[in-house]
C-alpha cells in the first residue's frame, strides 16, 4: 500500500470524526449514527498498522562466520514477539515492520 496515501486516509478520517457525513449512506435511515465514529477509529488503527514502525529491542542474530541470519524484537503495536525471518509483518496483529537500522 502506497504509504503517502495512507497517511492522506488517516489524515482526512481523523478530520471528519465528529462531523456529520452519513447522509450518503445506503443504511442512513436503518443506522442509529452512533457507530460512525467508532468505525472510523477502526478503519485508523487498521491503516496505521499499514505504515512500518521499527521492531522494539531490537536483537541480530549472526551465524558463526558473524553472517546476519535475522532478527528478533517486539512488535512496537501489540507487543508480541517478531522475527524478521517470517515476513514483514506482525503475525499477532499485522503491523508492518521496518527491520532497517
Ligand atoms: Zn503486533
Redesign the pocket.
Known amino acids: 500500500m502506497d504509504e503517502k496515501k495512507v497517511r492522506e486516509a488517516i489524515y482526512c478520517i481523523k478530520a471528519n470524526i465528529g462531523e456529520a457525513i452519513c447522509e450518503e449512506c445506503v443504511n442512513y435511515y436503518k443506522c442509529d449514527h452512533t457507530k460512525m465514529d467508532d468505525m472510523m477509529r477502526t478503519a485508523i488503527e487498521a491503516l496505521e498498522k499499514q505504515l512500518p514502525k521499527k521492531p522494539e529491542m531490537r536483537t541480530t542474530y549472526n551465524d558463526f562466520d558473524g553472517r546476519l541470519i535475522y532478527y528478533k524484537g517486539f512488535?512496537p503495536?501489540?507487543g508480541?514477539v517478531?522475527g524478521s525471518y517470517r515476513n514483514e509483518s506482525?503475525h499477532?496483529?499485522t503491523?508492518m515492520l521496518d527491520w532497517s537500522e
Open positions: 512488535c503495536s501489540c508480541g517478531v506482525c499477532h496483529c503491523q
